[in-house]
């Protein structure tokens, strides 16, 4: 009998809750731009400050572009006037996700509105919409050539309502004629963020998941890196949006 409790435990806690990471480690000099690391003793920067002989004591510098790895794009990326990663809604990543997948799918291959409408009939308004093709096991490769939406099928998103747009690999562009970025130029300018380099959405088990991802907010930022995580299932993740977007919740800054 104590064996079968002890089955039943095990069980349950395989059944609960699940956290899983949906960002890339990125590693200096071999992103696809520019990210270089450096380290400096902290007397650098501070002149007065004596790190005792022997002892390790740093600050680092970090130059970076804000498109490598997983990474948030806000409207001022195609806009001008646009919101800035600084001014966002810190609410603006949390919420909802459906996870629609599409890892049947070639490089340069389309993504028809037919397809998203059948693939995504799970969609609500205000989701964050995660599509999975697959891609990110290829990440830095050259086999991180990615299939591409319809401009027609992005139409559709938009007219469902969603609230930020992610995808497992470099973007979601026609690359094989000049669109002048028509996908994102739609979802940017109506609010609707894009998430691009995600990982690990092959993990996901199910179609619905709650997502939560924080930007930095630093000013003049066009795009922001993320550590994004999705939690399984949605039942807990239900109970998560009552805390993080429900009425009675403050934000404050």
Not at 105 to 129: C, F, N
Not at 173 to 186: A, G, L
Not at 233 to 240: D, H, K, Q, S, T
Request: hydrophobic residues 40%; charged residues 30%.
């Amino acid at each position: 009998m104590r064996w079968l409790e002890c089955m039943k435990e095990e069980r349950k806690r395989a059944d609960g809750p699940r956290i899983i990471e949906l960002s890339h480690r990125m590693t200096p000099g071999k992103q696809r731009f520019i990210l270089d690391v450096r380290s400096r003793s902290v007397e650098e920067y501070l002149p007065n400050y004596r790190v005792p002989e022997g002892e390790w004591y740093i600050m680092t510098d970090v130059e970076a572009c804000t498109h490598v790895g997983t990474h948030v794009e806000a409207p001022y990326h195609a806009f001008k006037e646009g919101a800035q990663v600084a001014d966002l809604d810190p609410r603006s990543l949390i919420g909802p996700a459906a996870v629609v997948d599409f890892s049947d799918k070639k490089a340069d291959q389309p993504i028809s509105r037919g397809e998203m409408i059948e693939g995504g009939a799970h969609i609500e308004a205000g989701d964050i919409l995660l599509i999975r093709t697959g891609l990110s096991r290829h990440y830095l490769t050259p086999k991180y050539r990615r299939p591409y939406i319809e401009t027609e099928a992005v139409d559709w998103l938009i007219e469902r309502g969603i609230k930020a747009l992610g995808i497992d690999c470099s973007g979601f562009e026609n690359r094989s004629i000049d669109t002048h970025e028509v996908n994102h130029r739609k979802l940017l300018g109506r609010g609707i963020l894009i998430i691009e380099d995600m990982n690990n959405l092959d993990k996901l088990k199910e179609k619905r998941v709650f997502f939560l991802a924080l930007p930095l907010p630093i000013e003049g930022l066009d795009a922001s890196w993320i550590r994004p995580i999705a939690v399984e299932p949605i039942e807990v993740g239900r109970r998560l949006a009552e805390i993080f977007l429900g009425s009675g919740t403050r934000w404050e800054s």
